[in-house]
């Protein structure tokens, strides 16, 4: 079993529709969570980072931890043709980060 | 501020061949870290790097290796290419005390 599990997709959404990207997990020692974004052939970019169980909002995205059930998700609303990557979730063990094999996203208009 | 800078970003070699990639952390930065993401999966850890001491390694042969100089910035070394090493080789850097990295744009290897 992966330390990280998440969906490869691909999902396939209109623009302004909501997206829910999840994780789950088995290693309760995880601590922090994070969400990069990776368009293609470019290097994946930070867009979330929480600690504790609960949501954190910035601007279009929400990130939601719920430590009891090993389980993360980012949420995008009104989704944008620009949206359309691949979403990779994060966790930090140590000082070493285990990624999830991202989710590829498609936003068409 | 730059980002964390990596070069080259393409590159060909062929089997047997050794091969080194270097990356410049963000200013302030101490501590480096690679990865290996091959198409289609999440990239994995390699080394980290902190003040020019190595702070962990994964799940690699010997034939990866690592150093990192005392303006931080960082070299990974793989000898002996084999096909299977083809793959986006990332470099990211993290500020003392904080828990998030920051990705540069990769090098894109290819062995044949």
């Given at each position: ?24 997990y ?23 980072y ?46 070493k980060?285990?990624?999830g094999?991202g ?7 | ?24 952390p963000?200013?302030?930065h101490?501590?480096?870290?690679w ?11 390699i ?34 290419l084999?096909?299977?090493d ?27």
């Open positions: 079993q992966k330390e990280v599990e998440q969906d490869p997709g691909p999902l396939s959404v209109p623009e302004g529709a909501i997206v829910s990207l999840n994780c789950t088995s290693n309760s020692a995880f601590q922090y969570f994070m969400w990069y974004r990776q368009y293609s052939r470019k290097g994946p970019e930070l867009l979330m929480t600690y504790s169980s609960g949501n954190k909002e910035d601007g279009r995205f929400t990130a939601q931890v719920d430590k009891s059930s090993k389980y993360i998700s980012l949420f995008i609303r009104d989704s944008q043709p620009s949206d359309s990557a691949t979403y990779l979730c994060a966790m930090r063990n140590t000082d980060l285990i990624f094999t989710t590829r996203l498609q936003v068409f208009p | 501020d730059a980002g964390v800078t990596q070069s080259p970003t393409h590159l060909i070699k062929t089997r047997g061949q050794q091969v080194t990639l270097r990356c410049s963000i200013s302030g101490k501590s480096v870290s990865y290996q993401q091959v198409l289609g999966q999440g990239p994995q850890f080394f980290q790097y902190y003040e020019k001491e190595e702070r962990g390694r994964g799940n690699f042969p010997d034939r990866f290796s690592a150093r990192q100089f005392p303006n931080y910035s960082s070299e990974l070394n793989v000898n002996a084999l096909l299977g083809s793959a986006l080789y990332l470099c990211a850097s993290s500020s003392p005390g904080k828990e998030t990295q920051y990705f540069g744009p990769g090098t894109r290897l290819l062995v044949l």
